[in-house]
């Protein structure tokens, strides 16, 4: 590693890229945006109901094959996360962080509802001076009527 990426880095800056990734995970799932999900976690194990996914493909194809899109290419889902909580090792250059999830939708027969909640547990590293996602844990443990966001919605959760 060279002394570039050893130095630490301003702490909110850290804390504030940080939040940006875990806002862009939302923005990137609900605009149906798989690939742009592979690319962002592609670093990443992803843990979620099944088995945990490694890699960028795998994980992209996780979301294709569980989320239900429609004919605007969106789930038609809002991901609010909130209660972020953020621990940065700046000499390290690891984070992780908590947060809550929950999931509304709304479709032409289906007013807009809270689908899921739960949990996100992540950790972070710096790389070349970017924060990057290594691991995001979901732990959804208040479930809705998820039918018509996830395939086998019944398998799923």
């Given at each position: ?11 909110a800056?850290?804390?504030r890229a940080?939040e940006?990734l ?14 742009g ?30 989320v ?26 690891t ?29 972070f ?24 966001h996830?395939?086998q919605a019944g398998?799923?959760?």
């Amino acid at each position: 590693m060279s002394a570039s990426t050893r130095m630490p880095a301003d702490p909110a800056s850290s804390h504030r890229a940080i939040e940006n990734l875990i806002a862009r995970y939302a923005e990137l799932v609900d605009g149906g945006d798989f690939a742009g999900l592979g690319v962002l976690l592609a670093d990443a194990t992803f843990t979620g109901s099944g088995e945990p996914v490694s890699g960028r493909d795998a994980i992209e194809k996780m979301f294709q094959d569980t989320v239900i899109l429609y004919e605007d290419g969106t789930p038609r889902t809002q991901h609010v996360t909130t209660n972020v909580a953020i621990e940065v090792d700046e000499q390290t250059g690891t984070a992780v962080s908590r947060s809550y999830v929950t999931v509304l939708q709304a479709l032409p027969d289906l007013p807009l509802q809270p689908i899921a909640g739960g949990r996100y547990h992540d950790r972070f590293e710096r790389r070349a001076g970017q924060w990057r996602f290594v691991e995001r844990q979901v732990r959804i443990n208040l479930v809705g009527d998820v039918r018509r966001h996830l395939r086998q919605a019944g398998a799923q959760r």
